[in-house]
């Protein structure tokens, strides 16, 4: 069975996106799923959050062809792999734009991939040529959203993109979720902010919503998923939930 590709995309910053790529890598690989999680960020935030580095080899090098297997790294835990980032990736974008096939480079490079059941493709905050080349090689995408009002604003916007490349590049491509994070709960911003979100996406949007949680905050600091820093902590609790909704609706 080919493995499932889930792409994490949102082109505004801080809404939790790379931290919940990373948290539900770690939950499902303890669950027994064998995950890999691709880095395709320059900042590489993924990497760090796993308590990896890139060495000589990394995500940009799928720019040069290099087979996937070559460059994925075990971490230290079990069923999970990571293809790194490093900062070198931020010079892919024009290097993509030369190319003829720069759309589509990675759905080739992942194209007929075996040993995973999960591909996790975490995409920088823009929608930029990385962004578009992890869309069109993911079977689904997830959104995750934090509740606050500007959030809401770039959604339509993402939307919209997320329905060009699937005209263009990749009719397959489908949204698993849209996922609301970081929300205070003692705040009503918050409750109108999911209310508008469900309103308007309505079973799109997960069931669970993310708490904002000092432990998930503190987590990437210490090279650890929140699940295994603190796994009785609300945040860890709350991603364990994702990953279940994640596997029911895959």
Not at 41 to 65: F, I, K, V, W
Request: aromatic residues 6%.
């Amino acid at each position: 069975m080919a493995a499932r590709i889930y792409a994490f995309a949102n082109q505004k910053g801080g809404v939790g996106k790379t931290t919940t790529a990373v948290n539900l890598a770690a939950c499902l690989a303890e669950a027994g799923e064998r995950v890999l999680l691709v880095d395709l960020d320059p900042q590489a935030n993924a990497t760090s959050g796993l308590g990896m580095r890139a060495g000589e080899t990394s995500s940009y090098d799928l720019l040069d062809g290099a087979p996937l297997h070559e460059l994925a790294q075990p971490t230290p835990f079990p069923n999970l792999s990571l293809v790194p980032s490093k900062p070198e990736l931020a010079g892919a974008a024009v290097e993509l734009s030369r190319r003829a096939d720069g759309e589509r480079f990675l759905a080739e490079s992942l194209k007929n991939v075996e040993g995973y059941d999960f591909i996790l493709l975490d995409c920088p905050p823009s929608l930029g040529p990385l962004t578009v080349n992890a869309l069109g090689a993911a079977d689904r995408v997830i959104v995750p959203v934090q509740a606050e009002y500007y959030a809401l604003e770039g959604l339509s916007q993402l939307m919209g993109s997320i329905n060009l490349i699937k005209s263009r590049l990749n009719p397959a491509l489908a949204i698993a979720g849209v996922l609301i994070t970081m929300s205070d709960t003692r705040t009503r911003l918050a409750a109108e902010v999911e209310e508008e979100v469900r309103k308007h996406f309505g079973t799109l949007v997960f069931d669970t919503v993310v708490p904002r949680s000092v432990r998930v905050a503190e987590a990437p600091s210490h090279g650890l998923p929140v699940t295994h820093y603190d796994r009785h902590s609300r945040g860890a609790e709350a991603y364990w939930k994702v990953a279940m909704e994640l596997v029911e609706r895959s």
